[in-house]
């Protein structure tokens, strides 16, 4: 009999499985925000269990083994090896009134009527005004260090910087483990007696984004200017981003390494329209830096490269294939030139679809079940023969999502 990791790393190495592969909550990009989660929960007869979110700036709830099952789910994060006693978690309550744990690691603070995360040197963070549903940036560490008349700006404190923004902050377990020997310790031991446990692929996230990550030191705007007209200093701080991350994924590698089946980097490029940044500045300032990142994690460990980017890539596919990757999510379909069929056509023997099997913003929150279990077979149909899929839908399923849409994306897979 097939397992599930067995059926995901088929299909990543483009054999086609016994029935397409599930992601579900795998990573922080195919999960379920705690608000839907509980609905779901209600809605399948599950009254056991509290809801753990355990992505906070997006809300994500922890999938629970039951509705893993349910559905035929094949991925688990590598995060969910962690935080397992009750002392790891802390009451909070959801935007719409549903208890909740949240890790106990967060210092979250109630002004008025919204939620505020502070840096303990005072710094706000980030801010979840009454009404929303996740958090917001509030504090860009660079956004003063854009240009560079003096020669002295150096990103020599990216440690610091990093440590004093919301995405890297506001973690998710394994944080707070850190990567230092008793951490790199912790983490080794966690991974392993995890790996023990489970048959399904684990996905282990590392992140290092170079072009998102810019854009949440210095300011989307900011970075983007700085892209197009402070060359030299745009290809310094990526130089010294570069050396950061790769510091770090040896230190991770060493410790996880042998108990993932996928590492998962994250870089958002793309935008409705297209990428939001020509092929000539992808190939000038990210490929070759993607590509040291790639090619040192293949060194370091087996685990197959995923990234996450939204958006239309395509332009930008043909250049992160040159670079290593293996696997491409979420595949959003919805955005320009990223049509199922042309990805298939042109990209499918090159690189694993991993995504693209739910319209999250036309169909799954808003159509009849009926109708989201039709566009679910229609994507499947397209993207699984022979191999170089799995099925998860673009990006999270959002707070308003009926359970019985839900329902019925998921069944209507295989």
């Known amino acids: 009999m097939t397992t599930s990791r067995e059926r995901v790393m088929a299909a990543v190495?483009?054999?086609?499985?016994?029935?397409t592969p599930i992601d579900l909550g795998g990573h922080r990009s195919s999960g379920i925000m705690a608000i839907a989660y509980a609905k779901l929960k209600q809605h399948l007869g599950i009254t056991t269990?509290?809801?753990?979110?355990?992505d906070f700036v997006q809300q994500l709830a922890i999938i629970e083994p039951a509705v893993l099952d349910r559905f035929g789910v094949d991925t688990?994060?590598?995060?969910?090896?962690?935080?397992?006693?009750?002392?790891?978690?802390q009451a909070w309550v959801l935007p719409d009134g549903t208890p909740c744990k949240i890790p106990a690691f967060l210092d979250v603070t109630r002004e008025g009527d919204d939620w505020r995360v502070y840096h303990p040197d005072g710094t706000l963070l980030a801010i979840q005004k009454q009404g929303c549903l996740y958090l917001e940036q509030t504090h860009w560490p660079y956004s003063d260090r854009t240009t560079d008349e003096t020669g002295d700006v150096d990103y020599t404190d990216l440690a610091d910087a990093f440590d004093h923004m919301m995405w890297?902050?506001?973690?998710?377990p394994p944080a707070p483990i850190g990567l230092d020997p008793q951490g790199l310790a912790e983490l080794a031991a966690g991974a392993k007696a995890f790996r023990a446990t489970t048959d399904r692929a684990i996905i282990g996230l590392f992140g290092a984004p170079m072009l998102e990550g810019g854009q949440?030191?210095?300011?989307?705007?900011?970075?983007l200017a700085m892209l197009a007209g402070e060359k030299t200093l745009a290809?310094?701080?990526?130089?010294?981003?570069?050396?950061?991350?790769?510091?770090?994924?040896h230190k991770f590698l060493s410790a996880v390494g042998p108990y993932i089946d996928i590492i998962l980097f994250s870089d958002d490029f793309g935008m409705q329209t297209g990428p939001q940044i020509s092929p000539r500045m992808y190939r000038e300032f990210f490929q070759p830096r993607q590509k040291i990142l790639w090619e040192a994690s293949k060194k370091l460990a087996p685990a197959k490269i995923m990234l996450h980017s939204c958006g239309g890539i395509h332009p930008l596919?043909?250049?992160?294939?040159?670079?290593g990757l293996e696997i491409v999510q979420p595949v959003q379909t919805t955005c320009r030139d990223m049509e199922p069929e042309r990805l298939k056509r042109e990209y499918g023997k090159d690189v694993c679809l991993w995504g693209g099997g739910s319209n999250t913003r036309n169909i799954l929150g808003w159509a009849t079940p009926e109708k989201v279990a039709a566009d679910v077979r229609e994507r499947v149909a397209i993207f699984a023969p022979g191999g170089g899929y799995v099925f998860q839908q673009i990006h999270n399923v959002m707070?308003?999502?009926?359970?019985e849409h839900i329902v019925a994306m998921l069944d209507a897979v295989n």
């Open 49 to 54: 269990g509290d809801i753990y979110v355990y």
């Open 216 to 223: 949440q030191l210095f300011g989307m705007d900011n970075f």
């Open 317 to 323: 596919l043909p250049g992160m294939i040159e670079a």
């Open 76 to 89: 688990v994060e590598l995060g969910r090896g962690f935080a397992l006693r009750p002392e790891d978690w």
């Open 399 to 403: 707070a308003n999502v009926p359970p």
């Open 235 to 249: 290809h310094r701080f990526l130089d010294r981003l570069v050396a950061y991350y790769l510091d770090r994924l």
């Open 168 to 172: 890297s902050k506001v973690g998710a």
């Open 13 to 19: 190495n483009h054999r086609e499985p016994d029935r």
